[in-house]
């Protein structure tokens, strides 16, 4: 008998959470709000919102979003390479341990439990990064505590270790949503043109869409609108991509206390 009757599915959803032992790690989750006389700090879920956003750029046929993907791919597996080193550094030097002497797990006996909400696969990336950073900030500071290394050599490597995701995060933040889609290329319209003069030159097989990062979603292509030259005018000043599937990223705003410093 033939089925009458359609099944509904919602979407997949599987419950997160990163945990983090050092107040350094908090920090970078958490950014800096801006004030007076000084800047802000964009932190890891300001990232994870871009990416969302870059994500559902990709989906719409923008080819600044699927450019942009490419270059924060590239940024990722470069800090990645660079925090790798320092682990390599660390890992020196704890094994000046002498073998009489056994150094168990440096963990914060209260840490932070933050819940993600991550819709980007290339955020996802950086939350790995800065669970890495996490673990080198807890050895680190087992190594200063057990005279493996000085105060200053301390803080070099913890900084070191926070520019370089950062630097990640202060790249993302310059991505602009255009409004274009490839077929305003082909047709070499104002909306193209405007983008061009906005944003720079595309390499061509960013345009043809035949180099694409390894995470792109497959583009939903929008059906163009009647009044196309309100549209042409609209693009411009878009920053923002159409809603699809996107997602969010959210954390307790709790921190972990400065004890993990002194453990």
Do not use: C
Not at 6 to 19: C, D, H, I, V
Not at 35 to 64: C, H, T
């Amino acid at each position: 008998m033939a089925n009458d009757f359609q099944l509904n599915f919602g979407a997949l959803r599987s419950a997160m959470q990163l945990t983090l032992h050092t107040h350094h790690a908090s920090r970078i989750w958490h950014g800096r709000a801006q004030a007076e006389g000084r800047a802000g700090i964009i932190g890891l879920n300001g990232y994870v919102s871009i990416m969302s956003k870059m994500k559902r750029g990709a989906e719409q046929d923008d080819p600044y979003s699927d450019w942009w993907m490419l270059r924060i791919e590239d940024k990722l597996a470069d800090t990645k390479t660079r925090l790798q080193a320092l682990r390599e550094q660390i890992d020196q030097v704890l094994a000046n341990v002498p073998p009489a002497l056994t150094l168990g797990e440096n963990l914060n006996i209260q840490p932070v439990k933050l819940p993600l909400f991550v819709g980007a696969q290339l955020g996802f990336m950086a939350v790995y990064l800065l669970a890495d950073y996490d673990d080198l900030a807890r050895r680190l500071i087992l190594a200063h505590h057990t005279a493996l290394i000085d105060r200053s050599t301390l803080e070099r490597w913890l900084n070191e270790g926070a520019h370089q995701l950062r630097s990640l995060f202060s790249l993302a933040q310059q991505y602009k949503y255009s409004g274009t889609q490839r077929d305003d290329f082909a047709a070499n319209n104002a909306a193209a043109r405007a983008a061009r003069e906005k944003f720079g030159e595309l390499p061509q097989d960013i345009l043809e869409g035949t180099r694409r990062s390894r995470f792109a979603p497959p583009i939903v292509r929008r059906t163009p609108l009647s009044a196309g030259q309100a549209r042409v005018q609209s693009s411009a000043a878009t920053t923002e991509p159409p809603a699809a599937s996107g997602g969010t990223a959210a954390a307790d705003q709790s921190a972990p206390s400065d004890e993990d410093a002194r453990a």
